[in-house]
């Protein structure tokens, strides 16, 4: 058992086991599948492609064009959405994965008119230039301030890592995100 | 669209999981977090026929207490291990490795099944699953088996994991009766460690008696050092001792140069966290004996 060499990983006593057991047949391959989705409380249904990206879908099939596409694998952040509450790369799921899932995107967040706390901390501290990576940067410190109401400039720093700006210096996405915060405690608190 | 066209495929139970591995694993691929798989396939780098997403398999992801061990499945997301009371207090070294893997937005999906199985040569867990003693529990067609990291890691991105297998379960002993640390340098918070190192240490007294000291970003697969930890052993972890560690890491390891830093750099820093490591795991095994 413990000395059990790599080729050969056999047992048979779980083979007899298995053979008493009905066999699962496998469940059915897709190349295309309908998925109902909730994007900013909206429902939407839909087919898919199953090798579209959740953010090719956001964009192209939805119109929701505030989500950005930068690098496509993960790295830069600018795609960052919430699924189902939590921050993830929406460049690294499939569309067909959010099938049944709740999603907000920087759409769901404020308008021209009435932007959300954290839209205005951005804009007060000059926390974007080009504006290319501020919804990805929006969504992440959205989750991460709901988690995490009163962060130290450190964990604000360590947060803000996962997302790539190349115009500010982030110097001014950090000092946004604290303001972001202390505006959010007080309108929670009010 | 970016991958190139593949079937895909969503089981809800580990038996059709593994009834798609028997029919498709030799051209198929498994889907857990995609914090890896999903990059490649974007780029085209894999080009699978057949995708089986294992994301939901509900069966395969649970915490769980069973006394000595920590039993963790397959499809846990490493958020959520990060999170875990049971974690922090049973696993204080996973805990506090797992804050390492990318960034919160790659944690919320990354899964502790599906890095180990992707087993790159720089992430944490292969290493932490090394020093700890994990079991990594495989089911197929044969049935279930276990291996340790051992015998799971054979090189760059390649486990002892068959087409038709799948991994379900690591199981890890709890070592409350460690001090634990867990260390790395990387570019930036989140990236690929250039070199980390996970230690673990028993002292009695001022002595240590038993260190395991484990290192990530050094070579195809995640290592430990006998020569260090029987050079410790018995010893004060003084400058001395601390410094012979570093000497003998350095002098042990072999690591790649690649365009992030030098073999030579990979080895200095891996003999200064090694130490740094060994003391700090030492100074938590006396603050937990209730000092």
């Known amino acids: 058992m413990k000395r059990r060499a790599r080729a050969n990983p056999s047992s048979r006593t779980a083979q007899g086991r298995r053979s008493a057991k009905a066999q699962v047949s496998p469940p059915p391959l897709w190349t295309q599948k309908e998925i109902k989705v909730r994007v900013n409380g909206v429902e939407y249904t839909s087919t898919v492609d199953v090798r579209m990206t959740l953010v090719d879908f956001l964009r192209h099939e939805l119109g929701l064009t505030g989500t950005h596409v930068g690098c496509e694998h993960g790295v830069c952040g600018a795609c960052t959405i919430l699924l189902d509450g939590q921050a993830v790369r929406s460049c690294l799921l499939f569309a067909v994965q959010a099938d049944g899932a709740e999603i907000t995107t920087v759409e769901g967040l404020g308008t021209p008119e009435r932007l959300h706390p954290l839209q205005e901390a951005f804009r007060d501290h000059h926390a974007l230039q080009c504006g290319f990576c501020t919804p990805g940067f929006l969504m992440t410190t959205l989750a991460f301030l709901r988690e995490n109401p009163e962060p130290s400039d450190g964990e604000i720093r360590e947060v803000l890592a996962g997302n790539l700006c190349r115009c500010t210096g982030y110097q001014g996405i950090v000092e946004a995100v604290r303001d972001a915060a202390r505006r959010l405690r007080s309108a929670h608190g009010a | ?291």
């Open chain 2, 1 to 291: 669209m970016k991958p190139a066209p593949f079937q895909y495929a969503a089981p809800e139970t580990v038996e059709e999981s593994l009834a798609l591995l028997r029919a498709f694993g030799e051209e198929g691929k498994v889907l857990a977090g995609g914090q890896s798989l999903v990059p490649l396939l974007n780029m085209r780098l894999a080009r699978p026929s057949v995708l089986i997403d294992l994301n939901r398999v509900r069966e395969l992801s649970y915490i769980r207490d069973e006394g000595m061990t920590v039993a963790i499945g397959a499809m846990t997301r490493q958020r959520a291990v990060e999170l875990s009371g049971l974690v922090r207090e049973r696993l204080p070294l996973l805990a506090e490795a797992v804050r390492y893997i990318g960034h919160p937005q790659i944690r919320n999906r990354g899964t502790i099944g599906g890095s180990l199985a992707h087993a790159d040569p720089a992430a944490e867990l292969p290493v932490v699953a090394l020093v700890l003693g994990a079991q990594l529990v495989i089911r197929g067609p044969k049935g279930t088996r276990s291996l340790r990291p051992e015998e799971f890691f054979v090189s760059y991105l390649r486990t002892a994991l068959e087409p038709e297998e799948l991994l379900v379960e690591v199981r890890f002993p709890a070592h409350r009766a460690y001090g634990t640390a867990y260390l790395e340098v990387a570019r930036r918070h989140g990236d690929y460690a250039l070199v980390g190192v996970a230690a673990m240490v028993r002292m009695e007294g001022e002595r240590c008696a038993e260190a395991r000291l484990g290192f990530t970003g050094v070579g195809p697969v995640p290592v430990r050092l006998p020569e260090v930890e029987e050079a410790v052993a018995g010893r004060h972890l003084d400058d001395a001792t601390l410094a012979e560690v570093g000497r003998i890491v350095a002098d042990r390891l072999e690591p790649q140069s690649d365009i992030h830093a030098s073999a030579a750099y990979r080895r200095e820093v891996a003999g200064v966290l090694a130490g740094r490591a060994l003391r700090l795991a030492a100074a938590r095994f006396k603050g937990g004996e209730g000092g």
